[in-house]
């Protein structure tokens, strides 16, 4: 195996094996351990499941293709990478917190409560 595609195995194909656990082993409870934690999505049991729902479809969507694009430039691309497939980690880590954040703030009130 090249260090390119090692590289992409342990940036990109490390991410998606992430968003794969979190997407099959939700966290059931609001802790301060694991899950998607932020002020608005700690605040009860309710946003709590939405935010972890919505947050691991996103990161499994979005790491997916990630992981898919930095493949794509490993195997079709004869530069070398260096800064290409973390900054797809980076990407996808952003959009999937500002896709959640988003449909909280759509969907839930400063206070808690579903709109």
Do not use: C, H
């Amino acid at each position: 195996m090249n260090d390119a595609l090692l590289y992409v195995f342990t940036t990109n194909g490390l991410l998606f094996l992430i968003s794969i656990l979190f997407w099959k082993f939700p966290p059931k409870k609001i802790n301060g351990l694991y899950g998607y934690r932020t002020p608005k999505a700690i605040q009860n049991q309710e946003i709590w499941t939405f935010a972890n729902t919505l947050f691991n479809q996103s990161l499994l969507m979005y790491a997916g293709i990630s992981f898919l694009a930095s493949l794509a430039f490993v195997t079709f691309l004869s530069a070398e990478l260096t800064w290409q497939p973390m900054a797809f980690v980076f990407l996808t880590i952003i959009v999937s917190i500002i896709k959640t954040e988003r449909a909280l703030s759509a969907n839930f009130t400063d206070e808690g409560k579903r709109k």
